[in-house]
């Protein structure tokens, strides 16, 4: 089994077991790429896009948000597609 270690500048080594890895600063910890993450809600039928919303970071769906994109998606939908 193969060990891998990254050091900050992200370069890869690989080591076998017992092998020691070159000297690199494995105390520095990564970056949190999770709390920038955002919420994509999106609906399409089969013609394209009708409706997306990006949530803020921190923000989740509840209920009542849920129930507020649907009355949006339905306004959407009669705007795209009167017919």
């Known amino acids: 089994m193969d060990i891998l ?22 105390s520095t910890p990564w970056p949190n790429i999770h709390d920038s993450k955002i919420m994509l809600c999106i609906w399409w039928d089969q013609k394209d896009l009708v409706y997306y919303e990006l949530l803020k970071p ?26």
């Open 5 to 26: 270690g990254n050091d900050p500048k992200k370069k890869k080594y690989y080591a076998k077991p017992g092998q020691s890895l070159p000297s690199i600063s494995t």
């Open 58 to 83: 921190g923000d989740f769906i509840t209920g009542d948000r849920y129930r507020l994109q649907l009355i949006r998606l339905s306004r959407a939908l009669r705007e795209k597609r009167p017919e």
